[in-house]
């Protein structure tokens, strides 16, 4: 089992920034991808950024990939997400998930262990 805490969310002003931290616990030496999704109200969970915990590959979605950047320490077990230059649609509950194998990434179904989201809005 791994256990998923998000912190860091909050409101903030377009233009504005956010770092948002995910706390791993349990079987984190297991773990072979950390990404972050996001879900806006009335909207699927969308793929924003994931990790392979062990080596150094990162994965941006293009509709934020000039703006936001994922990155993590495993020495504390936590994923990153810096968000920078936020847009009103960047608006969401964002969720940390990890999974313990497989190739794929973008798809919340390719997660096992999610966080239990914190709220980012972004005011106009």
């Known amino acids: 089992q791994v256990q998923l805490v998000e912190f860091g969310g909050g409101l903030v002003q377009a233009g504005g920034s956010l770092r948002l931290s995910c706390a791993a616990s349990?079987?984190?030496?297991?773990?072979?991808?950390m990404a972050w999704f996001r879900q806006a109200p009335a909207k699927e969970r969308e793929f924003v950024a994931a990790?392979?915990?062990?080596?150094?590959?990162?994965f941006i979605a293009d509709s934020v990939k000039d703006r936001f950047t994922i990155s993590r320490d495993k020495a504390k077990n936590t994923l990153y997400l810096q968000m920078r230059s936020l847009r009103p649609e960047d608006t969401a509950v964002y969720y940390c998930?990890?999974?313990?194998?497989?190739?794929?990434?973008?798809?919340?179904?390719?997660?096992?262990?999610w966080g239990q989201g914190t709220q980012v809005t972004v005011s106009s």
């Open positions: 990790l392979r915990w062990s080596g150094s590959n990162t």
């Open positions: 349990g079987r984190t030496l297991s773990i072979y991808t």
């Open positions: 998930a990890a999974n313990l194998n497989g190739y794929s990434f973008r798809f919340p179904t390719d997660y096992g262990y």
